[in-house]
């Protein structure tokens, strides 16, 4: 009890009003830089794409343009790539912070290209949990992707024709981040800041399967 002229105040009342009058310290948004720290590329491990009868032409395009139910679209077209991010800058580089995993975003272009028009482009949040890797001065961290839809959520892009398409990878790294998941004594040097990276494009081929008379 704190004893007062002609009251009493108990702690626990003190303490309630306090933590009810004082908000609670929102995170600082990290600052969005140009500049970026690293350099990125696609590598192709597959370049040629097989296209079946049934992921293909009109009836294809009209479902896809028509669904409006993400849980009836089909799956994404799977690929064989790899994101490679090299620092060259004379800082640390990290990405997936507080070890949330994260995906690149792609954007692919070619003759058969279909979108689903009534839904909007959902990305996964995340897909795991993880260490927060730091990418050295000098190295260079590999990401691969397996289907043109890698952060899962709602599936954006499918190819619906024959032809040559390219891929173009979007992605976020950061600066300054605190160590995660074990954090350390280090003050940090400068405030946390975050770039977007994009690739140059890579191209890749799509055929139809050999019993449609087409490769």
């Known amino acids: 009890m704190i004893l007062y002229p002609n009251r ?26 140009k500049a970026s720290p690293v350099e990125a590329r696609l590598i192709v491990n597959q370049s040629k794409y097989i296209l079946p009868p049934k992921r293909r032409g009109k009836a294809f395009r009209k479902r896809i343009k028509a669904e409006t139910d993400s849980d009836k679209l089909p799956a994404a077209p799977q690929v064989d790539l790899v994101l490679e991010l090299k620092n060259i800058s004379k800082k640390n580089v990290m990405i997936w912070p507080k070890g949330a995993i994260s995906y690149p975003d792609l954007s692919v272009k070619g003759p058969g290209v ?19 890797p730091t990418i050295a001065p000098g190295k260079s961290y590999r990401l691969s992707i397996d289907s043109l839809n890698p952060n ?23 600066t300054g981040l605190p160590a995660f998941p074990f954090p350390n004594d280090k003050k940090q040097k400068s405030k946390p800041q975050k770039y977007e990276v994009k690739t140059p494009p890579v191209k890749v081929k799509v055929v139809l399967e050999e019993n449609e008379g087409g490769s």
Request: aromatic share 12%; net charge negative.
């Open 8 to 33: 009493f105040i108990s702690l626990s009342v003190i303490v309630c009003l306090i933590s009810t009058s004082v908000p609670l310290l929102a995170e600082e948004p990290i600052k969005k830089s």
């Open 114 to 132: 279909m979108q689903p028009d009534n839904l909007k482009s959902i990305s996964g949040a995340s897909s795991g949990s993880s260490i927060q």
């Open 152 to 174: 899962g959520g709602t599936p954006w892009f499918y190819w619906s024709e024959s032809g040559e398409y390219t891929i173009t990878a979007t992605y976020t790294v950061y």
